[in-house]
C-alpha cells in the first residue's frame, strides 16, 4: 500500500525567510508525488508534481520540491515567504489507482 | 470553464436520514474520487471510479455507497447518515493515474 508522511503539523516562518515542508513516501515503484495547497474554504490547488526525470521540480508561486529516492522524500521548498503563502499544505503520492494524501501541514506566516 | 462542480455546497441532516452529492466534470476525466476531509486528518479517500460504470472502496467506506453511471458525474450517497459523518467532502477527476487531479469547492455535510 502506498503512504505519504507530513512530519509537521504546524509551522510558524517570519515573513521573507525561507521554507521548508517536509513529505516521506511509501511506494514500491517509481512515485508520481504532488504538493496541493489549501486556502481556508477553498478546494485543492496544485503547486508541482514529480512524474520522472529532473529531480528538482518547479512549481507556482515561487515553489519548487526536490525528490530524493534515497529518502523516500519529496519536500517542498521556497525562498521567501509572503504572508499570502499561509495555507495548508498536502503532499501526495499517485499508485495503484488511487491518490493518497498526507495529513497536511499548516503554515503560519508571522509578520 | 466550470471543471469539477460539487452540489450542495452545505447541507445539515438529521442522523438516519439519506442524501446523494453529486460531482459533475466537463473535463472528460476516467478517473473520480471522493474524499471526506476532516481536522488532523487529511484527505482520506472514500471510494473512486477509473471510468464510467466502474467504482471501487477507498479508504474509509463504510456508510458510503457511489455510482458512475455517466462518465461525467460521480455520486456519493449517504443511506442513513451518522454523526461521524459530518465532515467536508472533495470530489476530484483526472485524467488517469499519475496525472494531476481536479479539485470541487467541497460540501459541508453537518450530521446532527
Known amino acids: 500500500a502506498q503512504s505519504v508522511t507530513q512530519p509537521d503539523i504546524h509551522i510558524t516562518v517570519s515573513e521573507g525567510a525561507s521554507l521548508e515542508l517536509r513529505c516521506n513516501y511509501s511506494?514500491?515503484?517509481?512515485?508520481?508525488l504532488f504538493w496541493y495547497v489549501q486556502s481556508p474554504g477553498q478546494g485543492l490547488q496544485l503547486l508541482l508534481k514529480y512524474f520522472s526525470g529532473d529531480t528538482l521540480v518547479q512549481g507556482i508561486k515561487g515553489f519548487e520540491a526536490e525528490f530524493k529516492r534515497s529518502q523516500s522524500s519529496f519536500n517542498l521548498r521556497k525562498p521567501s515567504v509572503h504572508w499570502s503563502d499561509a495555507a495548508e499544505y498536502f503532499c501526495a503520492v499517485s499508485g495503484y489507482s488511487t491518490l493518497t494524501f498526507g495529513k497536511g501541514t499548516m503554515l503560519l506566516v508571522s509578520p | 470553464n466550470a471543471g469539477v462542480t460539487q452540489t450542495p455546497k452545505f447541507r445539515v441532516l438529521k442522523t438516519g436520514q439519506s442524501m446523494t452529492l453529486l460531482c459533475a466534470q466537463d473535463m472528460n476525466h476516467e478517473y473520480m474520487y471522493w474524499y471526506r476531509q476532516d481536522p488532523g486528518m487529511g484527505l482520506r479517500l472514500i471510494h473512486y471510479s477509473v471510468g464510467e460504470g466502474t467504482t471501487a472502496k477507498g479508504e474509509v467506506p463504510d456508510g458510503y455507497n457511489v455510482s458512475r453511471l455517466k462518465k461525467q458525474n460521480f455520486l456519493l450517497g449517504l443511506e442513513s447518515a451518522a454523526p461521524s459523518q459530518t465532515s467536508v467532502y472533495f470530489c476530484?477527476?483526472?485524467?488517469?493515474?499519475?496525472?494531476?487531479?481536479?479539485f470541487g469547492q467541497g460540501t459541508r455535510l453537518t450530521v446532527v
Open positions: 476530484a477527476s483526472s485524467y488517469g493515474l499519475g496525472t494531476e487531479a481536479f
Open positions: 511506494y514500491g515503484a517509481t512515485p508520481y
